[in-house]
């Protein structure tokens, strides 16, 4: 079986959910002796042509092919002409090769290939992958609103002229079929996943004071503006520890020693270190997917406070973790005191379901078996 995989970059050579998602698919792919013709873009100070974070081994099933975004400066629309530029450069090099069974669809990527299918175009099935649909989940500001008005047609126009619609499910499946009804019956309902190496092995425990930990951007979607008013209301009330992991700007930081604030760790080692020694990892953002950092954090033995938003349903429950509404720092607040206040047994539980989860239902080397049986029934019809 052969695969065109079309995407904006994998991780390490772009950094994203998205991206290393990506990346994983290829690997894992490869692993199973599925041919992958891989169509990416590389913005890191890495050798992409290597293809250095493959085995010699996976590199036998992979075939990359290396583009350049194009840049049409800074106009309003300019990321929609870019986009459709971009797609176009694949689909132009993708019919060049030898066939493939499948075309997988990353973000906007497959947009001339779903314009050229339409036409007319003979193309093997097109999956299309959003990812989050944060265009139809909640947002703050005039700029969601810009974003909402930029894209909506383009997302609304892919997802129905694709022949099958990824969702992680959950919330995100909701969100499909309220807002996109013709494309209920081509969803595929598939999850995130994680490699065993992040698994914690160890005795679960809890810091005193409690530990709590962010890992991401600052920005308005991923909710550090209200998380952190909770904490400054928080700080003097109660005991606790909280790390920060990103490119947090130095005028927004809470300048006292509970708070600390890691900057941008490109050591996997070292966000493990981070991760398996905090106790409730926190994520309040206003939309997502399926962030892959909470199954980071959920494999790393952290109970989770996250906003329910996109497919974090799917991850986080009662059982090991709480769910809040978004854009609410009084509720961040108050979920934060709860937490600090109640018994540390109850933590440790949610700690230990944690892991217990995402060994059961998101590990790699059982999501790409999943993925592999659902694109071979695709393709054997």
Excluded at 94 to 104: E, G, L, R
Excluded at 235 to 250: A, H, N, S, V
Aim: proline content about 5%; overall charge positive.
């Amino acid at each position: 079986m052969r695969i065109a995989l079309l995407t904006d970059g994998i991780w390490p050579y772009r950094i994203g959910g998205m991206q290393k998602h990506s990346y994983y698919l290829v690997k894992y792919f490869a692993q199973q002796g599925v041919h992958v013709d891989l169509y990416h873009m590389n913005d890191s100070k890495y050798d992409i042509n290597q293809l250095e974070f493959f085995t010699e081994e996976e590199k036998k099933f992979i075939t990359p092919f290396v583009f350049t975004f194009p840049n049409k400066g800074r106009w309003p629309w300019h990321y929609l002409q870019e986009s459709y530029l971009h797609s176009k450069m694949m689909y132009d090099c993708f019919v060049k090769q030898p066939p493939v069974d499948f075309i997988y669809s990353k973000g906007y990527t497959g947009w001339y290939f779903i314009k050229q299918k339409q036409r007319g175009k003979k193309l093997p099935p097109i999956g299309l992958r959003l990812h989050g649909y944060e265009i139809f989940q909640q947002g703050s500001g005039a700029i969601n609103l810009y974003w909402k008005y930029l894209y909506l047609p383009l997302t609304k126009y892919l997802n129905n002229k694709a022949d099958y619609v990824y969702s992680y499910g959950g919330g995100i499946t909701d969100i499909v079929k309220t807002n996109l009804p013709q494309t209920v019956d081509k969803i595929v309902e598939m999850p995130a996943a994680i490699e065993s190496s992040w698994i914690y092995e160890n005795n679960i425990t809890i810091n005193k004071p409690i530990r709590f930990a962010f890992l991401g951007r600052y920005e308005i979607r991923k909710g550090v503006k209200e998380l952190s008013t909770a904490l400054k209301n928080l700080i003097g009330k109660y005991d606790f520890q909280f790390d920060f992991i990103g490119p947090i700007p130095k005028e927004f930081e809470i300048n006292l020693p509970q708070i600390k604030y890691h900057g941008v760790i490109s050591d996997v080692q070292k966000i493990k270190a981070i991760l398996q020694s905090t106790d409730v990892f926190v994520l309040p953002s206003h939309a997502e997917g399926m962030p892959n950092v909470i199954l980071e954090a959920m494999a790393s033995g952290c109970a989770i406070l996250a906003t329910d938003i996109g497919a974090v349903e799917v991850m986080v429950d009662h059982t090991n973790g709480w769910l809040i509404p978004p854009l609410n720092s009084t509720i961040i607040e108050q979920t934060m005191a709860e937490i600090i206040k109640v018994d540390v047994e109850i933590i440790k539980n949610k700690k230990i379901t944690s892991v217990k989860k995402v060994k059961e239902n998101f590990m790699w080397n059982e999501v790409i078996l999943k993925e592999i049986g659902y694109i071979r029934g695709i393709i054997s019809n």
